[in-house]
């Protein structure tokens, strides 16, 4: 398809839950080559950037061929919005005289979401004429079954019935796994949301929904690369 699509990569060099863990040694290669190398497997990108702060993940990211964006400070803290970050990197590129249609959102830290994951929510994305799609998992547990507790009050998180109905005649729920969103540029330069109407998921299994934030994550993920070698 001969449409403009960019990569986006966002990986600072702090974390709270891993240490360095977008640049951590993943059998042989650091973390975030994962990400780069699968976009590049997929052949749908018209660029690859990497939004970083850290000098360890730039030189990383050139090495397994990918662009940089030099991310400011400010967006590089726990608290800083992955929305500023990725306005930042699309007005940096506008600056540069580069505009893109679409952007495809990859976070290093689903480093099992690969070339053909990418390909076929590109693919999904635009048969079904979406605005914004991502990447989910259907969840064992559904929201419900679950109560919530506001100001000292437990509630149902949608209804007292629905607590006691079969789990057969509720609705399937899938959260959002951190692999893959794709958005229009323009409207999310407008409306800084990358969750826009008509919104479309795209299916994963649990196998590949790992996000790594904790050693036992990177544990599960060494393990299953393991498996597939």
């Not at 979401?113 to 990447?135: G, Q």
């Not at 064992?140 to 789990?167: C, Q, Y």
């Not at 969750?195 to 904790?214: G, R």
């Amino acid at each position: 398809m001969n449409k403009s699509i960019i990569a986006i990569i966002p990986a600072r060099g702090g974390s709270k839950g891993l240490s360095r863990k977008n640049i951590i040694d993943l059998n042989g290669k650091p973390l975030i080559a994962y990400t780069i190398e699968a976009a590049i497997k997929s052949n749908i990108f018209d660029k690859i950037v990497v939004t970083t702060d850290d000098k360890e993940i730039k030189e990383a990211s050139l090495k397994f061929g990918a662009e940089v964006i030099d991310r400011p400070s400010k967006l590089a803290t726990d608290t800083a919005s992955s929305l500023d970050v990725i306005e930042h990197a699309l007005i940096e590129l506008k600056n540069r005289k580069e505009v893109y249609t679409y952007f495809m959102l990859l976070q290093p830290t689903s480093p099992l979401r690969n070339e053909t994951h990418i390909r076929e929510a590109w693919e999904k994305y635009n048969e079904e004429n979406a605005s914004s799609l991502v990447s989910v998992v259907e969840i064992e547990h559904s929201p419900f079954k679950m109560l919530v507790e506001k100001n000292g009050v437990i509630a149902p998180l949608t209804s007292w019935k629905d607590l006691t109905k079969p789990r057969q005649t509720l609705p399937k729920c899938y959260m959002p796994n951190g692999a893959i969103y794709i958005c229009k540029v323009n409207s999310f330069l407008k409306e800084k949301n990358i969750f826009s109407i008509p919104l479309k998921i795209f299916k994963m299994k649990k196998e590949y929904s790992v996000d790594i934030d904790t050693a036992n994550d990177l544990k599960i993920v060494q393990r299953r690369l393991n498996e597939k070698n």
